[in-house]
């Protein structure tokens, strides 16, 4: 079955420290892929998408490349901001059902 | 304005008691989802419903009922409130149908059963 794993957190850094946050799937055909971010307080939104292998999305400064090969989407940031302290969730979703399948959701704490 | 709006933001109440939560969304979206999150912050999609139309329904005890009256609206009813119901429940709302759209998701409703 479809499925998202990411790396377990919390992850803590340094303001101005470069992030990854790892996410692998398992999917059948040819999946989209999201990460969605979580501010404390806040419902989940959308930070930024790629819907074909070799696709970059971004936004905010953050980036993840869609690799088929290695069946992975990690988000990555050149330099970390307090602001940044969030849940990230990676996700994906095939096209052929109603439904994105989750990671279990990684927590990022930005230290000043 | 506040795309999707959900109502009660906290809502504490006794086991065994009957509750509801109300979702808005003024997207004007077809599809409107309700999600449990777990004190792990583990995300479980409950429900879906497209054009007033039940098109997700996931392994979730039968004492949950949800009801769209319309496009805009979506509420979840639960029934006999069990302490293992307590969660943050997110409504939200996408364009289509497909997981492929962006979803919205309104601020959350924290329910604690004591």
């Known amino acids: 079955g479809n499925s998202v794993t990411q790396m377990e957190g919390p992850v803590t850094l340094s303001e101005e420290a470069f992030l990854t946050i790892n996410c692998t799937y398992t999917?059948?055909?040819?999946?989209?892929l999201f990460w969605y971010v979580q501010y404390p307080g806040e419902g989940l939104q959308l930070l930024l998408k790629?819907?074909?292998a070799d696709d970059k999305g971004s936004n905010k400064g953050f980036e993840a490349t869609y690799r088929k090969e290695t069946t992975s989407f990690h988000l990555e940031k050149g330099s970390v901001q307090v602001s940044d302290s969030a849940v990230y969730f990676c996700?994906?979703?095939?096209?052929?059902?109603?439904?994105?399948?989750w990671g279990a959701g990684t927590k990022l704490i930005i230290k000043p | 304005d506040t795309a999707v709006s959900q109502t009660p933001k906290y809502l504490v109440t006794q086991m065994g008691n009957d509750k509801s939560i109300k979702c808005e969304q003024n997207?004007?979206?077809?599809?409107m989802y309700w999600y449990k999150q777990d004190s792990k912050k583990f995300l479980k999609i409950m429900f879906s419903?497209?054009?007033?139309?039940?098109?997700i329904n996931e392994t979730v005890p039968n004492r949950f009922s949800p009801k769209s009256p319309d496009k805009a609206h979506l509420n979840l009813h639960i029934n006999s409130l069990e302490l293992g119901d307590s969660a943050v429940y997110f409504c939200?709302?996408?364009?289509?149908?497909?997981?492929?759209?962006?979803?919205?998701f309104g601020p959350g409703t924290r329910l604690t059963v004591t």
């Open positions: 939200a709302s996408s364009q289509g149908q497909t997981g492929l759209y962006e979803q919205y």
């Open positions: 997207l004007g979206h077809d599809t």
């Open positions: 419903y497209n054009n007033k139309e039940l098109i």
């Open positions: 999917a059948t055909g040819y999946p989209s």
């Open positions: 790629a819907t074909k």
């Open positions: 996700a994906l979703n095939t096209g052929s059902n109603y439904q994105l399948i």
